[in-house]
């Protein structure tokens, strides 16, 4: 088995920063995909930014230009930077890996998740 678990949330102004991290740990093989989603109340789980194996990105429309995720394969780690963050980037965050661990086939596995809340 594996678990994430996650780090950085926290209380923020509009306009200011904050960076998450995700640790995977366990019987790790390979990790494939790995991700961040956000849940806000009242909304539907949405994907933020993925990352694949080789290191490429792509980014919901809304975070664009200002979220950035990277990973850091020694590590067994992905990062979330959050810049110039809105009261609309609220939510509970989560990260999300697929993993083909030394014992079983590959699974997605899910962070504890992270509350981010952006206010004045």
């Known amino acids: 088995q594996a678990q994430l678990v996650e780090s950085g949330g926290g209380l923020v102004q509009p306009g200011g920063s904050l960076r998450l991290s995700c640790a995977a740990s366990?019987?790790?093989?390979?990790?494939?995909?790995m991700g961040w989603y956000r849940q806000a109340p009242g909304k539907q789980r949405e994907l933020v930014a993925g990352?694949?194996?080789?290191?490429?990105?792509n980014y919901a429309d809304s975070v664009k230009g200002r979220f950035t995720i990277s990973r850091d394969n020694a590590k067994n780690t992905v990062y979330l930077q959050m810049n110039s963050l809105k009261p609309e980037d609220t939510a509970v965050y989560y990260c999300?890996?697929?993993?083909?661990?030394?014992?079983?086939?590959?699974?997605?596995?899910w962070g504890q998740g992270t509350q981010v809340t952006v206010s004045s």
């Open positions: 999300n890996a697929e993993i083909l661990t030394h014992y079983a086939g590959l699974s997605d596995y």
């Open positions: 366990g019987s790790i093989f390979i990790i494939n995909a």
């Open positions: 990352i694949t194996s080789g290191g490429s990105t």
